[in-house]
């Protein structure tokens, strides 16, 4: 049985590295006792802002086993976005690495089907479900217990060798595998770079994020107005944010990542900042026809240009 879990679990390994992922760890699927009081305290201090969902399926949050059913395995997955693309006019409104091409969650999806099709096909027939930000899962914390990295005290997660500008998605099968070393070191050391230069002083701890703070919540998750005491804080970013990401000494490691659907619109990093500021809605849906952009809409975009220019 160690034997066939071993072949299985390499098996998966493998068609995921097929499939262009960068990392693949696989841990035991139960309770995740560390986080319950982490995740608990910061829903306390209300740092979900807007993100009401985040209150829901605490139990789901924190036991995989309750999403599928028999489930005794979690695959956590990463696939990188990371480019060394920049817009063309430095002073445009900025947009995050990860929403310059398709958007990563049908991208994702899409491949998660394909890897569970193939073990399906290799190994027999296996009940599991595919996860990209879908559902009330801790991706952080069961990449870490898979050994993927650690996480920094920015909050994401980081590994050692390919830094963080990759996706975790998940798969949790009711399938046994042979599973890998939790990650235990913490390589952040006293460096605080991210906690110095995040725009909007979110990050309140090491390891501890205000997300009602952060520029990413402010720019794509908060429907209402952007709250005054943002003004001239935003860094000129109008979707998402990568400053704690830029200023990580393990960014440095960043590769290049090699998924077409990633590939820029060709529009997208020519724009000038009166190109930007003055955009109508059959741009948007043009440039945005497949990205993650489209989740806050041409309204909530061009509500980020306007306070941006505003401040």
Same mark, same amino acid.
């Given at each position: 049985?160690?034997?066939?879990?071993? =072949?299985?679990?390499? *098996?998966? $390994?493998?068609? !995921? %590295?097929?499939? /262009?992922?960068?990392?693949? &760890?696989?841990?035991?699927?139960?309770?995740?006792?560390?986080?319950?009081?982490?995740?608990?305290?910061?829903?306390?201090?209300?740092?979900?802002?807007?993100?009401?969902?985040?209150?829901?399926?605490?139990?789901?949050?924190?036991?995989?086993?309750?999403?599928?059913?028999?489930?005794?395995?979690?695959?956590?997955?990463?696939?990188?976005?990371?480019?060394?693309?920049?817009?063309?006019?430095?002073?445009?409104?900025?947009?995050?690495?990860?929403?310059?091409?398709?958007?990563?969650?049908?991208?994702?999806?899409?491949?998660?089907?394909?890897?569970?099709?193939?073990?399906?096909?290799?190994?027999?027939?296996?009940?599991?479900?595919?996860?990209?930000? =879908?559902?009330?899962? *801790?991706? $952080?914390?069961? !990449? %870490?217990?898979? /050994?993927?990295?650690?996480? &920094?005290?920015?909050?994401?997660?980081?590994?050692?060798?390919?830094?963080?500008?990759?996706?975790?998605?998940?798969?949790?099968?009711?399938?046994?595998?042979?599973?890998?070393?939790?990650?235990?070191?913490?390589?952040?050391?006293?460096?605080?770079?991210?906690?110095?230069?995040?725009?909007?002083?979110?990050?309140?701890?090491?390891?501890?994020?205000?997300?009602?703070?952060?520029?990413?919540?402010?720019?794509?998750?908060?429907?209402?107005?952007?709250?005054?005491?943002?003004?001239?804080?935003?860094?000129?970013?109008?979707?998402?944010?990568?400053?704690?990401?830029?200023?990580?000494?393990?960014?440095?490691?960043?590769?290049?990542?090699?998924?077409?659907?990633?590939?820029?619109?060709?529009?997208?990093?020519?724009?000038?900042?009166?190109?930007?500021?003055?955009?109508?809605?059959?741009?948007?849906?043009?440039?945005?026809?497949?990205?993650?952009?489209?989740?806050?809409?041409?309204?909530?975009?061009?509500?980020?240009?306007?306070?941006?220019?505003?401040?």
């Amino acid at each position: 049985m160690q034997q066939s879990k071993q =072949s299985y679990s390499k *098996l998966i $390994k493998s068609e !995921a %590295k097929k499939l /262009g992922f960068l990392f693949c &760890g696989i841990a035991k699927a139960e309770f995740l006792e560390e986080e319950a009081p982490r995740l608990e305290n910061w829903l306390k201090n209300s740092m979900q802002g807007e993100m009401h969902y985040m209150e829901n399926y605490f139990d789901k949050r924190l036991d995989p086993r309750l999403l599928v059913e028999n489930a005794r395995s979690m695959i956590s997955l990463g696939l990188n976005y990371y480019t060394d693309l920049v817009q063309s006019d430095p002073s445009a409104p900025k947009i995050s690495k990860y929403a310059y091409g398709a958007d990563y969650h049908k991208v994702i999806k899409s491949k998660l089907k394909q890897l569970l099709d193939v073990i399906n096909e290799k190994i027999g027939e296996v009940n599991g479900r595919a996860f990209v930000d =879908s559902a009330p899962i *801790l991706d $952080k914390a069961w !990449a %870490k217990r898979s /050994g993927l990295g650690w996480i &920094g005290k920015n909050t994401n997660l980081i590994n050692t060798q390919k830094g963080s500008f990759f996706f975790l998605a998940e798969l949790i099968v009711d399938l046994e595998l042979d599973y890998d070393v939790a990650a235990t070191a913490d390589h952040c050391g006293t460096c605080t770079r991210c906690i110095d230069a995040c725009p909007t002083e979110a990050i309140v701890a090491p390891y501890v994020v205000d997300g009602s703070r952060c520029i990413s919540y402010l720019t794509i998750e908060l429907k209402e107005q952007l709250p005054a005491e943002f003004k001239g804080k935003m860094d000129n970013w109008m979707f998402g944010c990568d400053v704690c990401q830029e200023v990580c000494p393990w960014n440095r490691f960043s590769v290049l990542n090699r998924e077409p659907a990633f590939e820029p619109h060709p529009d997208l990093l020519q724009m000038s900042k009166s190109e930007w500021q003055d955009i109508s809605e059959d741009v948007f849906q043009r440039v945005f026809k497949n990205s993650a952009v489209k989740r806050t809409k041409f309204t909530g975009l061009k509500r980020n240009i306007d306070f941006l220019g505003n401040s």
